[in-house]
């Protein structure tokens, strides 16, 4: 498990990366006047919540419905409540903010006095694919990600952002680096590496050697990789930027360390401590002193070694969050063994599975409780609606109601008029009124009994005749085994009961009785049930999920992985993942 914590490292600088590519502003939160929210732009809403993204992300949502209600911009609040959550962990809840954002009528409208401008409504739509790219890489659904991060680079284009378009091209290296497909990594980043080396970005330039310094390192070890990553540190020196360059040194000593280079690795122990800035991640530390243990155990300075995994148990028990590699494992083993021989030994290979076995199990505990969240905000969202819908529905009601007072109050004049003016139309007037009533309630006491008559038998013939609940719901199963009904993104409950030869409110009945489920909540069940079998397919039938979504008879990708994970509790890419490693047996983690 050479190099695995690279990906970890390399993801910290796709946070910095993101920040950078959405433009971050150089305010603070103090600085914000949050009486004045309603002016708020994307540097102020993203400036509140990277100062304080817990306190950010309890202000933005308290203000999101009141934006909303006033049918103001409410893009840049969701933009900065998708980047809040994503500082906090939460990457499939800040996704889903980050996707609202981009369905959002007034930017796919290019509506209002911002999103009316197509170059900030690109700019906008860049960035939120940039970050959705990014919460599907750490979530490890490498299909999303590319998908968005292809999304991006198409976006960059259009603006005709070429420095953007490359920028992106460094996260898709990347990815086929994580996605283990080393020569088209390779390719990718040589060619970005060029054109940065040629504009004169030395950022970008040290970025695109790293992840190529990576990606050669495991084509052949010992080759230029490590001479590529040297050169990342070296510009990052020079740029001033010492976390940069205190990663790229942990990479490099893991190269070194691959190749048991012990002089090489006491000199790059020198250059850390030289150059180490006042806050290292904890990753970096944790990689660090595993680094410095494997090097103390091949020179046999054991007092040095012992007092180093000290450190290491000390660290991993502080941050149970931290990858724990097999270099770690080995490192543990090796003092377990000198200390208690093979007992010791098996003790600390059991306690690493089980460490693994915890983590794996609180990232699922953690997705399943985004997607709560994710349903408890769904149900925020529709309760704004109708909030939204009541008071548009009481604004036309006054509208209308003195519209009517104005026009009474007319009519009240034009009558007084009337009288006072001419006696003789009102006496006309008077009689008209009394045969008018005279005619109305003889044709009211001709025509009502037979009517209501007919009515009554036709509701009783209606009730003798209609099938049970049961009946119809199996009537229903057939139809929809018969013709997949469910296919179809237009279907209606309407439509169902005319086929079956019944109404609306009997089906509704018969569904419910049956699924303890609404219509359209049993018509998702079965598309998401089509969708499973469509993705356990051998070779999932060559489909994206936006094709499956499609097929299945979703209206909109957002909505079938919405509906995907409140079905199964996961979205999409883990469930294919997941039937991919259950299908070749290697699932389990102990």
């Known amino acids: 498990m050479q190099l695995m914590a690279s990906f970890a490292v390399m993801r910290c600088a796709l946070v910095v990366w993101m920040l950078m590519c959405g433009g971050l502003g150089l305010a603070t939160a103090q600085d914000l006047d949050s009486a004045d929210f309603r002016r708020w732009g994307e540097e102020e809403w993203k400036a509140l919540v990277v100062a304080d993204p817990e306190a950010g992300r309890a202000f933005a949502k308290s203000k999101f419905t009141v934006l909303a209600l006033e049918h103001r911009d409410v893009v840049n609040v969701a933009y900065a409540l998708g980047l809040a959550e994503y500082l906090l962990g939460r990457h499939l809840v800040s996704n889903d903010w980050y996707e609202f954002a981009l369905e959002h009528p007034d930017l796919v409208g290019r509506r209002g006095a911002v999103w009316s401008n197509e170059k900030e409504a690109l700019r906008k739509e860049a960035a939120l694919y940039n970050n959705i790219g990014v919460n599907f890489e750490i979530m490890e659904d490498f299909i999303s990600a590319e998908a968005a991060y292809a999304n991006c680079q198409k976006t960059d284009l259009l603006l005709g952002d070429t420095d953007a378009a490359w920028k992106t091209s460094i996260n898709i290296g990347f990815l086929r680096y994580c996605e283990h497909q080393y020569e088209e990594a390779k390719e990718i980043l040589t060619d970005a590496l060029a054109y940065f080396r040629e504009s004169g970005d030395r950022h970008s330039q040290g970025l695109a050697l790293l992840n190529l310094g990576l990606t050669e390192h495991r084509l052949s070890p010992g080759g230029s990789g490590l001479s590529q990553a040297h050169e990342a540190v070296e510009i990052f020196v020079d740029l001033g930027d010492s976390t940069e360059a205190m990663r790229s040194l942990v990479a ?89 021989g093979l007992p010791a030994l098996f003790e600390v290979f059991r306690k690493h599975g089980e460490d693994l076995r915890r983590q794996f199990s609180q990232r699922s505990a953690q997705v399943l409780a985004e997607a709560w969240a994710l349903n408890d905000r769904e149900v925020q969202m529709h309760q704004m609606e109708q909030l939204e819908m009541r008071l548009s529905f009481a604004q036309r009601l006054n509208v209308i109601s003195g519209f009517a007072f104005l026009l009474a109050l007319v009519a009240s004049g034009l009558l007084i008029w009337k009288r006072k003016t001419d006696q003789r139309n009102q006496w006309v007037i008077v009689r008209l ?145 997941a039937a991919e490693e259950d299908r070749t047996g290697d699932l389990g983690l102990g």
């Not at 007092?307 to 028990?317: K, S, T, W």
């Open 433 to 577: 009124l009394r045969q008018r009533r005279q005619s109305g309630q003889k044709h009211r006491s001709g025509f009502g009994g037979s009517e209501k008559s007919e009515k009554r038998e036709k509701v009783l013939q209606e009730v003798t005749t209609a099938p049970s609940l049961d009946e119809l719901f199996s009537s229903l199963e057939q139809l929809v085994t018969k013709e997949q009904i469910q296919r179809n993104q237009n279907i209606t409950l309407g439509e169902l009961a005319s086929r079956l030869n019944s109404n609306t409110k009997y089906l509704s009945s018969a569904i419910r009785q049956a699924t303890s489920m609404g219509f359209n909540e049993y018509i998702n069940m079965l598309r998401v049930h089509d969708a499973q079998g469509l993705m356990l397919t051998e070779g999932n039938g060559g489909l994206s999920f936006d094709q499956i979504a499609e097929e299945c008879g979703f209206g909109t990708r957002r909505t079938f992985y919405r509906q995907f994970t409140k079905f199964t509790g996961m979205p999409p890419g883990q469930f294919l993942k």
């Open 252 to 340: 490099c000593g893991q190269m070194v360390d691959a190749l048991g280079d012990d002089a090489a690795m006491r000199g790059l122990f020198a250059e850390m401590d030289a150059m180490r800035p006042a806050f290292v991640p904890h990753l970096i530390d944790y990689e660090v002193l595993v680094l410095r243990a494997r090097l103390a155990g091949r020179e046999e300075e054991w007092d040095k070694f012992y007092v180093l995994v000290e450190e290491i148990e000390q660290m991993a028990e502080a941050f149970p969050e931290l990858l724990r590699t097999d270099e770690e494992l080995e490192v543990l083993m090796t003092a377990a063994h000198a200390r208690g």
